[in-house]
């Protein structure tokens, strides 16, 4: 096939250095969840469940583990390794596996292994967007109980509305809401940067802390309950794997730049001003962190962590969308609603169903758990399952592809590795206490999205099976001369070899042909564009009879008018008129039988999530009005 679209626009290049404004709305999308964190992890070390005693040394030991896990988890391993994991302008988990297998596997059994890892990492981090926004919500308007005990009631059915609220907004697209959020989060940060530093000036000694030898202390103090404490210690750095997931939203400078300035100063100021409180009180507070504001703020200080603990939602929401886009994109999914709210930035998208499912989930944890205590019981399981997946997957792309220098590469196996397999240990125990929920809902997804894989993947083999070749039906053609009708008919097919069944159907029961037939594919690659210049290939098969493949990123959408249109020039003689143009499609009605390709169970799961996926009219943006379906029958 000839590819003879027309030459690539020049794209913005999301390496390039970004404006002050692009990194300020980063702070307001992408580092809500870890900016947040304050409120309530350490909090949660010394009066949480399984707490630790509160002694000088305790706090240093776990001041040393907070300030130690923000450096090697975020600034190294995400920030310098996992940024550069850049699939051409996206991030994410299946973003990175997708990376890895396009560049990096060799083999067949490799390529599952990876497909698996990635959905199962996809999975688990729908289960971290759900629990996300509940305990922020509720951490934020619990604040309010601090300041008056008037507000406790209203705590409840308060989360509720915020939630409602913040969700609402979604719609607008990360690029407004991180207008309106990013100047909000910067407040926050300098916020609890400078009660932070105050509290170190009061107790400049929590400084030593900054020593890892009281890390290793606190864990030769503590045994086996300081190794589980890990899990409390693991809350300062649940965001860090939405961080990468946001990288289609701003890009990787706008982020490194929003980290390394404003965000890890003010966090490991705060948290230092934390210990520096305890040190100095001797006793815990009912909200350590609010303990740290002077009375003459207490009020305002609550407005602000309110405004910013909702914002903290966005983080994980932004990145949810694009991990969903990109999985319906790869095949992984059923067809959904996908609205890109950018112009400027592919990235940025609104998924109406997930927004939807990630509502009425939170809404579910919240009426269930009831207090931000409980909730953080439950929370990080998932994530942290998620970090060891990106790990290993970064770790993969550093030994065969990126070919790192040997000392870093032993900076992963002796240092990350080891911290991310701690890190999901101490995890593991909060599943009896809560943590149950986030795997039982990261289990439904996974199953759902192998699910669609495992029954397309039928479909697809069936109807290559018995199509008819293209060389065939052309010499059928010459030979039966059917009645050509004017115009151009466009048959959508799932393959690039055989002819379509609708094309078949058509030909079959009414004898005709239009003038030009066009057997049209659709392919979506596992990368997130795809250039002009390569968008089409095609081929004149003689009497009429066109092949054309449109190629589309799992980042696009796959707009076939406006492709076939831009791209009308390089076929002679074919010109797509809006108003002279048929779009063909198969309609397929799924027969469950009793062959043997899958469980009942699934069977039924697969026909539920063809049912209601989104028609391919809707999805290809075809013209309604311009659209043919024929039914065809497959078995599953």
Not at 227 to 243: I, K, N, P, R
Not at 462 to 476: G, N, P, Y
Not at 560 to 580: C, G, H, Q, R, Y
Not at 593 to 612: G, I
Request: charged letters at 10%; proline letters at 6%.
């Amino acid at each position: 096939m000839q590819s003879n679209s027309p030459a690539a626009p020049d794209l913005p290049n999301k390496k390039n250095p970004a404006g002050f404004g692009l990194a300020i709305g980063a702070l307001g999308v992408v580092f809500g969840d870890i900016g947040t964190s304050p409120l309530y992890a350490l909090r949660e070390c010394f009066s949480g469940q399984n707490h630790v005693a509160l002694t000088n040394q305790n706090v240093c030991g776990m001041v040393s583990l907070v300030f130690w896990t923000l450096l090697i988890v975020v600034c190294v391993k995400y920030v310098v390794f996992v940024l550069r994991a850049d699939n051409k302008g996206e991030g994410g988990i299946l973003a990175l596996s997708a990376l890895v297998d396009r560049i990096g596997v060799k083999t067949r059994r490799m390529h599952g292994v990876v497909l698996m890892l990635g959905l199962l990492g996809t999975a688990l981090l729908f289960g971290d967007g759900i629990i996300t926004p509940a305990i922020s919500v509720m951490s934020a308007i619990e604040g309010l109980d601090v300041a008056t005990p008037f507000f406790k009631p209203f705590i409840l059915p308060l989360s509720i509305l915020v939630l409602v609220v913040l969700f609402f907004m979604q719609k607008r697209g990360t690029q407004n809401i991180g207008v309106v959020f990013g100047p909000v989060l910067f407040l926050w940060f300098i916020t609890i940067g400078t009660l932070g530093f105050v509290q170190i000036l009061r107790c400049p000694a929590i400084l030593l802390a900054i020593n890892p030898f009281y890390a290793v202390n606190f864990f030769f103090h503590n045994g086996l309950h300081g190794f589980f404490m890990l899990g409390y210690v693991f809350l300062t750095v649940t965001g860090a794997e939405v961080l990468y997931a946001d990288i289609g939203h701003f890009g990787t400078h706008p982020i490194r730049q929003a980290w390394y300035f404003v965000v890890f100063p003010a966090l490991i100021l705060n948290y230092a001003g934390q210990g520096a409180y305890l040190l100095h009180a001797g006793s815990i507070p009912p909200h350590l962190f609010y303990a740290l504001c002077p009375s003459w703020f207490l009020l305002p200080c609550v407005a602000i962590a309110t405004a910013a603990t909702v914002i903290a939602s966005q983080a994980v929401i932004s990145g949810t969308f694009s991990l969903f886009r990109q999985a319906v994109g790869l095949g992984y999914w059923p067809r959904i609603r996908i609205i890109h709210t950018s112009q400027s930035r592919i990235g940025q998208v609104y998924l109406p169903f997930v927004n939807i499912m990630l509502l009425v989930g939170t809404l579910m944890l919240i009426l269930y758990f009831k207090e931000s205590g409980k909730l953080a019981v439950a929370y990080g399981i998932a994530v942290s399952a998620t970090m060891l997946i990106t790990t290993f997957l970064s770790l993969y792309l550093s030994s065969t592809v990126w070919r790192l220098p040997r000392a870093l590469r032993i900076v992963f196996y002796a240092v990350i590795i080891p911290v991310d397999v701690a890190f999901f240990i101490a995890n593991l125990i909060k599943i009896p206490s809560g943590g149950w929920v986030v795997v039982l809902i990261a289990v439904a997804v996974y199953v759902s999205m192998t699910t669609w894989i495992r029954g397309r993947t039928i479909l697809r083999k069936q109807v290559e099976a018995a199509e008819l070749s293209l060389s065939t039906f052309i010499k059928d053609i010459v030979l039966s001369k059917p009645i050509r009708v004017p115009g151009v008919a466009i048959f959508l097919s799932g393959s690039v070899s055989g002819v379509p069944r609708a094309l078949l159907h058509n030909f079959k029961h009414n004898k005709i042909l239009h003038q030009k037939t066009v057997i049209l594919a659709v392919l979506i690659e596992d990368i997130p564009q795809v250039p002009l210049g390569d968008r089409m290939l095609h081929k004149n098969l003689g009497e009429g009879i066109y092949q054309v493949v449109l190629r589309f990123g799992f980042g696009e959408t796959a707009n076939v008018p406006e492709a076939l249109t831009l791209s009308e020039i390089a076929i002679p003689d074919l010109i797509f008129d809006p108003m002279n143009t048929t779009y063909f499609l198969g309609k397929e009605s799924l027969i469950t039988t009793d062959a043997p390709t899958m469980a009942p169970w699934r069977k039924k799961l697969f026909q539920s999530m063809a049912q209601n996926s989104l028609n391919a009219s809707a999805f290809f943006v075809l013209p309604p009005n311009r659209v043919v379906e024929l039914g065809v029958q497959v078995e599953l």
